[in-house]
């Protein structure tokens, strides 16, 4: 478990290159789901995505502990690999990321923005993960998973400032891709001793957490996780993620794609927010449950707001994107 001293070290290190992001109870949003509503806006990161607290954090690492590395390697859909290829252009190493076909144009156009060899390769993550190792040790670069310590402490600090920010807050929906984000918020209420409830969301095309939280064990999906929320397009769960939820999380649910749309038009609508599928998916469980939670205090993650402009013309417009099965 990280301390509230680890967490201060690490906000500090990110305070060099961003703010911490806010967290609002809109009200449109609370008439419009009939219960009081709190959006933490991860959305509002320089990448626009939760997850470059963690790259910034790995990075400052690194180049304490590792200061013979030149580059580095990794497979994402996206933020991820925004997030390291920021951390690395301020760090001044290379960053090669390895997407899988098909992956999202305007997150893939970001990542080049940033300066990182993006290569696609492979149907799926699973597959462009086994891309990336090759890549990394013909490069002779290192290789950065998805799930990590301190990608997870890094990423905790929004925990750390949504929970700090709302002391009585009752449950916090938060979605799931490889975990870190919700491990980070499991970390987070420990540090604190919050006594809020921590619900994960999953996608019902990609249920492997949900599946291997019911188990006890990583069970991993062989269907294509071919959903529009591509931050939760994963199979295979992590051992390690899974340990801290089991600890810390106390259910995790599914929402399906018209529910993620159906959540991205509400926070429109009521914030004026852009929010990816991976970053709706939080208000989408919220709103399948309202009755559950009238009369007291919600939060969700908007984790990202990184989609691709076709993609969410198709929300605005009523519709449900449909990505092409893998």
Not at 99 to 116: I, Q
Not at 211 to 240: H, Y
Request: hydrophobic share 50%; net charge neutral; proline share 5%.
């Amino acid at each position: 478990m990280f301390t509230l001293a680890d967490f201060r070290s690490a906000a500090d290190i990110i305070a060099r290159h961003m703010a911490p992001t806010p967290q609002y109870a809109w009200p449109l949003l609370a008439a419009d789901i009939g219960v009081e509503t709190w959006v933490k806006h991860e959305n509002h990161t320089p990448t626009g995505a939760f997850k470059l607290r963690g790259g910034l954090v790995y990075m400052n690492r690194l180049k304490r502990d590792r200061p013979e590395v030149t580059g580095l390697v990794s497979a994402t859909r996206g933020n991820h690999g925004q997030s390291l290829a920021f951390a690395a252009r301020a760090a001044g190493l290379a960053c090669a990321i390895v997407v899988p076909h098909g992956n999202s144009a305007e997150k893939n156009a970001a990542m080049r923005a940033l300066g990182a060899d993006v290569i696609e390769a492979g149907r799926d993550l699973e597959a462009a993960k086994a891309v990336a190792a090759d890549l990394a040790a013909a490069r002779r670069f290192e290789m950065v998973p998805s799930y990590h310590p301190d990608l997870v402490l890094g990423v905790g600090t929004y925990g750390i400032e949504l929970l700090s920010a709302v002391p009585d807050l009752d449950v916090v929906f938060c979605p799931i891709g490889m975990g870190s984000g919700i491990c980070g918020l499991v970390h987070a209420k420990a540090a604190l001793g919050h006594r809020v409830e921590i619900v994960g969301v999953v996608s019902d095309k990609a249920p492997g957490y949900r599946l291997s939280l019911a188990a006890g064990r990583p069970i991993a999906t062989d269907a294509p996780a071919s959903t529009f929320a591509d931050g939760m397009a994963v199979r295979a769960p992590s051992a390690e993620a899974l340990a801290v939820m089991r600890a810390g999380v106390s259910r995790i649910v599914e929402v399906d794609d018209d529910r993620i749309a159906d959540a991205a038009r509400r926070l429109f609508t009521a914030t004026h927010n852009l929010a990816e599928g991976a970053g709706s998916a939080a208000l989408a469980a919220l709103a399948a449950e309202r009755d559950r939670w009238v009369g007291r205090k919600a939060a969700v993650i908007l984790s990202g707001g990184n989609i691709d402009r076709a993609w969410y013309r198709t929300v605005l417009d009523g519709g449900t994107p449909r990505p092409a099965a893998a």
